[in-house]
């Protein structure tokens, strides 16, 4: 009977595979790629290996998106740890190429493991394994074969490819490319050479049309390419292959050199259905290293909670990351955490960013046109036009990084996460705090702070990225007090003393009461991101607009304290090992 890839012949594990009531109670299958293995909740009643293709791990928790969790390559079990610990599968497994499994019955595994210990005790080395990479948040089972094909007008992709596997190649691993020469190529040639490299990146260019259709079974990944100054091909046809199902085909716009901002990507959006947009420019070494990181895990995903003026502070931090030269890939807000991201996303640069916040709440507040609360404390006209002023006709699909915020809808009970459409609008509902703005209203559904439900989305973030996470929550700590929510003593005193303008004191109320975090959300926020940074606002009344500078100091100094006391570089912190560096001892 033949064992299994990777797995030595002098292993328990492969003597577990040559007992004779293994071999008669075991069973051999083919698996389909797209076919399910197994979902959350059913029993595990079997330990499965895979011989050849690859798994797929999912969670899929109810609210929130479906997380990756990574690749099960030929010669690892999959469900070991519900196996043996007696608990329903926690996710879901899917096929993500034709694959054939080896399953194990739960019973004749017990009795291989009382027959020769050492099968135990060599699961359990693996499982201990995964368990402490999960718990130092390094980097499993993540994928290590991309494929790159174009779509569209024809761009070159092999110079492109090449650009990326010399990037890759920078950060320490071993990568290879490979085209259409290798299309006739025996199955077992491709599993050396993914077995020899860190990463294989598969390049197939317009014309190759028998190995596109190879290229898009044999990888972890698939990445689609176009010209960004083209339209989308009107006969796209997107086809439902297990990659596409599983959210695991992204899309790479390459725009012109010196392109101002990307253009048109809501149409490519419709038309290829990515999971992620990426945006390149032609020849730009930065956006070639950007999609490097993101391919070996080391991308940098940046997370804003909300907190009202208290917000400020995520400039300071963001100054502060500038500074020691860490990247940002991805960003994701919430309320103001939201506005300040976006600007992150359009490429403002520190004195752009400055700029633009304090012209459009430190100089005058954003909250002072008072109306007669019908639906809330503030007309919300000035919040409108400022978002109009600086953020215009932008799509969210033709920023730079990946972007999304959070709103809370009312209308279902649930957070709604904005990837797509009008920026403005996207910040517009995010930013709608109950009783001090109107809600924002779309398709029916009427649209809140996203504070209200989600105020700090590390976990949407980990979802849509397997890079470390730097969030920054301006919420923690002593907040309001008795003292600013008090009735001022004369009303008429209040009105000329200006304070009117930030708002009256049951706007700090009710904003303080939205971003306030349940237990459950700290410990999900804190379990999601890599470097947390807890910025000292407690001086910055959560309505005072005018207090810009000390927030932005606040925000700045803790994030240069985080990041002192880190002993690698963000990029690091979730660095899968090569494969031809040692493996850990225990």
């Known amino acids: 009977m033949a064992t299994l890839p990777d797995i030595p012949t002098d292993s328990a594990l492969a003597r577990l595979f040559e007992d004779e009531r293994a071999q008669g109670e075991a069973t051999w299958f083919s698996l389909p790629g797209g076919a399910t293995l197994f979902n959350a909740g059913e029993p595990a009643d079997q330990l499965y290996f895979v011989r050849a293709g690859r798994l797929g791990a999912f969670r899929r928790e109810e609210g929130s998106e479906p997380q990756f969790l990574g690749v099960i390559r030929p010669g690892e079990p999959a469900g070991e740890m519900s196996l043996i610990s007696g608990a329903p599968h926690s996710g879901q497994v899917v096929a993500l190429r034709d694959s054939e499994i080896f399953a ?24 201990i394994l995964r368990s402490r990479q999960a718990a130092t948040k390094a980097s499993i089972g993540e994928p290590s074969v991309y494929g790159f094909i174009t779509i569209g007008e024809p761009t070159p992709i092999r110079p492109l490819v090449d650009r990326i596997a010399r990037e890759v190649g920078k950060l320490g691993y071993s990568v290879t490319v490979i085209g259409a020469e290798a299309q006739h190529a025996p199955t077992e040639w491709f ?46 046809k997107v086809r439902a292959d297990p990659l596409q199902a599983q959210r695991l085909v992204d899309l790479i716009l390459i725009q012109k050199r010196n392109a101002a901002a990307p253009k048109g990507s809501e149409a490519w959006m419709d038309a290829a259905q990515p999971a992620r947009l990426f945006h390149m420019r032609r020849d730009s ?33 963001i100054r502060a ?17 939201a506005i300040i991201a976006a600007g992150v996303a359009l490429g403002w640069d520190g004195a752009e960013m400055d700029e633009r916040i304090k012209d459009a709440f430190v100089n005058t507040s954003p909250l002072d046109d008072i109306a007669f609360p019908i639906l809330a404390m503030t007309r919300g006209d000035k919040v409108r036009e400022r978002l109009a002023e600086h953020f215009g006709e932008v799509q969210i699909a033709d920023l730079w990084l990946p972007f999304f915020c959070v709103s ?42 996203g504070a209200v439900l989600k105020n700090f989305p590390a976990d949407i973030m980990r979802a849509s990225q397997l890079g470390p996470i730097v969030g920054i929550d301006v919420t923690r700590g002593r907040s309001i007090t008795a003292d600013d929510v008090a009735r001022p003593a004369s009303v008429w005193r209040w009105i000329f003393s200006g304070q009117w303008r930030k708002g009256p004191p049951i706007v700090s109320l009710l904003m303080r009461a939205a971003t306030v975090s349940s237990g459950r959300d700290l410990a999900a926020s804190r379990e999601a991101t890599d470097v947390l940074v807890t910025p000292d606002v407690t001086g910055v009344e959560i309505r005072d607009w005018a207090a810009y500078d000390p927030a932005v100091a606040a925000g700045h100094k803790a ?13 690091d912190l979730r660095r899968r090992p090569s494969r031809h560096e040692p493996t850990p001892n225990f």
């Open 408 to 449: 809370s809808n009312l209308t279902t009970g649930a957070y709604q996460v904005h990837r797509r459409g009008l920026l403005r609008e996207a910040l517009r509902a995010t930013i709608s705090l109950p009783g001090v703005l109107p809600p924002a209203t779309s398709d029916n559904n009427v649209l809140v702070d």
């Open 559 to 571: 994030m240069i304290e985080a990041l002192d006391k880190l002993s690698k570089p963000v990029a």
């Open 285 to 317: 070494a930065e956006d070639t290293r950007r999609i490097a990181r993101v391919l070996t895990g080391q991308s940098v995903g940046l997370v804003l909670s909300g907190g009202g003026a208290r917000a400020y502070a995520h400039v300071g931090a």
């Open 191 to 236: 599993s050396n050479v993914e077995r020899d490299y860190d990463f294989v990146l598969y390049a197939a260019e317009a014309d190759d049309l028998g190995w596109r259709a190879v290229v898009g079974r044999q990888v972890d990944r698939l990445f689609r390419v176009g010209r960004g100054d083209a339209a989308p091909p009107h006969d796209l």
């Open 321 to 337: 990351l500038r500074e020691r030269g860490v990247p940002i890939d991805f960003v994701g807000g919430v309320s103001m955490g």
């Open 104 to 127: 194990l019955p739960r019973d004749v595994f017990f009795e291989a493991c009382e027959a020769d210990p050492a099968v135990m005790t060599e699961l359990a080395r693996l499982m």
